[in-house]
């Protein structure tokens, strides 16, 4: 398994995979200053052109980025890697690139998306959809059948009511508390968290 971001992020993802007894043959990063990570070899970025050899996690925490990396590199991108003190419902769906961090609960028929951080204590319930590059912070709650667009962050202990859908590309503040649906691009904070601005895309 090799790992492309010597990040924070990355020591986290390292230990689980210590824990699953995944053996971690290296990280790519684009910092030539970093060697290595956790005793772990760190080389130079690779060319867009090659294809590692093994299985590939992005573990970078900045969403848009990691979607810059999956769509640059032609790597093999892994399975889903879960946390074993993790909940995952069996009847729950988990693509290829995600990381499910420790105590994270997924309750069933949820379906999360490629590349997604379903972080530390963080609860999806019943019947959500998370996309792509979406990133659920800790101890953030979904309730159920909660949407979640692709590249949202739904920041630390923020809750997001029942059959709430989230845009693309939005940001939802630490602790904010959502009832109504958010559109995309938004930046939303307080309880009841209110739309405080729009970060649209670059042109």
Same mark, same amino acid.
Request: glycine share 10%; hydrophobic share 40%.
């Given at each position: ?132 590059? %979406?990133? +659920? !912070? $800790? @101890? ?5 059948? =909660? &949407?979640? /667009?692709? *590249? ?5 202990? %923020?809750? +997001? !009511? $029942? @059959? ?5 590309? =939005? &940001?939802? /503040?630490? *602790? ?28």
């Amino acid at each position: 398994m090799y790992l492309y971001g010597a990040s924070g992020h990355a020591k986290v993802i390292i230990e689980i995979l210590e824990s699953l007894n995944i053996s971690v043959d290296g990280l790519f990063d684009d910092n030539p200053l970093i060697k290595a990570l956790l005793g772990y070899p760190v080389f130079s970025a690779v060319s867009s052109q090659e294809t590692l050899m093994g299985d590939t996690i992005i573990s970078i925490g900045n969403n848009e980025i990691r979607k810059n990396i999956s769509e640059k590199y032609l790597f093999r991108y892994a399975n889903a890697i879960v946390h074993p003190r993790s909940c995952v419902s069996r009847r729950s769906k988990l693509n290829e690139g995600t990381v499910v961090m420790g105590h994270a609960i997924i309750n069933i028929d949820t379906i999360i998306g490629k590349h997604v951080i379903i972080n530390t204590s963080a609860s999806v319930d019943h019947d959500c959809a998370v996309e792509n590059f %979406a990133h +659920i !912070a $800790p @101890n953030a709650t979904l309730c159920g059948g =909660v &949407t979640v /667009g692709e *590249g949202s962050l739904i920041g630390a202990g %923020a809750v +997001i !009511a $029942p @059959n709430i859908k989230i845009g693309k590309w =939005v &940001t939802i /503040g630490a *602790g904010a508390c959502v009832f109504r649906d958010v559109k995309d691009y938004s930046v939303v904070v307080g309880n009841p968290g209110r739309v405080r601005r729009k970060v649209l895309p670059d042109a």
